[in-house]
């Protein structure tokens, strides 16, 4: 018995640090954030007490609301683009076999920079003088274009970069999918005389859905919060264009100082990421064969 | 699939082309910030863009000569390579007994630290490390850092130590070994695969991270990604300095993850997928 007990002691120990640094750097500030969320402000910017104070200035904040429809308009329009072309291309990879490892290193490369590298160096294809984007629209006979310097067109081009960044990523996930399915289905398909386009809308992707849920998941919780492209590209301009719930949470916080009200609004932002991974998540459960 | 031979020879044409055309859509921007780093800087901002062109290192002798860039670099390894270190020592016993125990505390708390936005834990990190006088210290941004890589080294060690046989380590307790004894002699050589991957995707992440070092260092602890944000700022004026700043900065994560590209994608995906 006292080996047992000796026994528990060295596995409570080595689990230990990782626990003492997990409350400490990660469950503590949480819940912290939560609590400064929750408290309320004098104009002097004192706590004076307790209340949703922060959270009602959110609802009537039509910063927050555009934070809010900007997340979603580019998690839903960078999403779709990820995952079509992203199964897209696994399908090319797949039908292609054998995937030598310069080609796989040559895929994982957008995605393994760093994001600050990736708008580093699209600021300067797509500077709407002399960025070589704008050239080739111009030899091609079209209008040049104001990319990420437009109201209308910075989303969108945050979205086309991301995709170029995480494209990849969504493939070899499909990819590993692919490799996966059972290849009696297909035997069978063939022997039935099935079409091309029979084998892959009632065979392929209905056995892909788990994956291609597992890749929304994923991509989700990244999405949601967006920053780093755009802190560097645009910090939410031009005009809170590009003003993303994470984006006007950081600056509530690191520039105007109103950690109380960023707080609400990190958490408000977490609730969302939250959601839509336990749908997604419900989702999967739905699908899975 | 009802096919003559000679129909699907064609389509195995088309998919390579189609996969060519891929390949060179996701290589191009690359290259060309390369390609721009190797600019005489008369000629990086020439319109219509030239593509053939005398290459220089102009650009990285005045990124090296005119900002301190060469100790950022060094700030960004030891920020990198320390909260590796952190997550490893920490994450692989944690992992270990994670796998054995069947407690699932770390793998929920690793997933809440991938899911929630940065800025909800700056936020209280920041009245925190203000309050011991911190900020701008390597610790706190080692320690910020280690909050990134941690959770990767126990997602990726766990299903590594869930596929070591348990008889193994039943028979070394029969025989008297101890926890601690199986975790370093039996255990740990046995993942030292995972050990590398986690440690490779760990330092990638870390290295990459930009919102704690924005707010966290100071000008002499700032790292090459934080610094980055000045870069931009000048690189109005040089494009061709910016970009070789770009490039310095990408090379060390393309390199480790050439390195590990075969089993990055499990890793990635928190073993939802194998590769």
């Known amino acids: ?289 | 699939m009802a096919m003559k031979p000679s129909d699907s020879r064609w389509l195995d044409w088309i998919n390579v082309v189609l996969l060519v055309l891929a390949g060179m859509i996701v290589m191009t921007p690359t290259a060309w910030m390369i390609l721009s780093s190797f600019k005489p800087s008369y000629e990086v901002i020439a319109f219509p863009p030239k593509l053939i062109f005398t290459p220089v290192i102009e650009n990285y002798v005045t990124l090296s000569k005119q900002t301190p860039f060469l100790s950022y670099g060094i700030n960004s390894l030891i920020v990198t390579v320390g909260s590796t270190l952190f997550g490893l020592l920490l994450g692989a016993p944690a992992a270990f007994v994670a796998s054995w125990t069947r407690i699932t505390w770390p793998a929920v708390v690793a997933l809440m630290a991938r899911m929630a936005p940065g800025t909800l834990f700056l936020l209280p990190w920041y009245v925190m490390f203000r309050q011991v006088d911190m900020i701008g210290s390597y610790w706190a941004l080692i320690l910020t850092h280690a909050v990134i890589t941690l959770p990767i080294v126990i997602w990726v060690l766990l299903p590594y130590f869930d596929n070591i046989p348990r008889s193994i380590f039943e028979a070394a307790q029969v025989d008297g070994c101890s926890p601690f004894r199986i975790f370093r002699r039996i255990a740990l050589p046995l993942v030292s695969s995972g050990l590398a991957v986690s440690a490779i995707l760990a330092f990638v992440f870390s290295w990459n991270f930009f919102l704690f070092s924005l707010v966290l260092s100071n000008s002499q602890t700032k790292t090459l990604i934080a610094a980055s944000f000045n870069f931009i700022g000048e690189g109005s004026t040089n494009w061709g300095g910016l970009m070789a700043a770009a490039t310095i900065i990408a090379l060390p994560p393309l390199i480790l993850a050439a390195i590990v590209q075969r089993w990055l994608i499990s890793g990635l995906t928190l073993g939802a997928v194998k590769g």
Do not use: C
């Open chain 1, 1 to 289: 018995m006292r080996v047992e007990q000796n026994h528990r002691g060295q596995m409570a120990a080595m689990s230990m640090p990782a626990l003492v640094f997990t409350v400490g750097m990660i469950a503590f500030p949480f819940l912290y954030t939560i609590w400064m969320s929750f408290q309320t402000y004098s104009s002097t910017g004192q706590v004076t007490g307790w209340g949703g104070d922060n959270y009602l200035r959110m609802v009537v904040d039509g910063q927050f609301w555009n934070g809010i429809w900007i997340t979603l308009y580019l998690y839903v329009l960078s999403l779709v683009m990820q995952l079509v072309l992203g199964t897209g291309l696994a399908l090319l990879l797949f039908r292609a076999k054998r995937l030598p490892g310069i080609v796989r290193s040559l895929f994982i490369s957008p995605f393994m920079m760093p994001p600050v590298v990736a708008g580093m160096m699209w600021l300067v294809i797509l500077d709407p003088s002399l960025g070589a984007a704008n050239w080739i629209l111009t030899s091609l006979g079209l209008p040049p274009s104001a990319w990420l310097a437009s109201p209308v067109l910075v989303v969108p081009t945050l979205a086309m970069i991301d995709t170029w960044q995480w494209t990849p990523y969504v493939a070899l996930i499909v990819l590993g999918g692919l490799q996966s399915l059972p290849p009696s289905v297909y035997e069978a398909a063939e022997i039935d005389g099935a079409s091309r386009r029979a084998v892959f809308f009632r065979i392929t992707l209905p056995l892909l859905l788990p994956t291609l849920v597992t890749a929304m998941i994923l991509r989700s919780v990244d999405l949601l919060r967006f920053f780093d492209l755009i802190y560097i590209t645009t910090q939410g301009g031009p005009s809170n264009h590009s003003m993303t719930l994470n984006i006007y949470g950081f600056r509530v916080g690191f520039e105007f100082f109103q950690l109380g009200y960023a707080g609400a609004l990190m958490v408000t932002l977490s609730v969302l990421v939250l959601g839509a991974v336990m749908a997604f998540n419900r989702l999967r459960a739905v699908v899975e064969w």
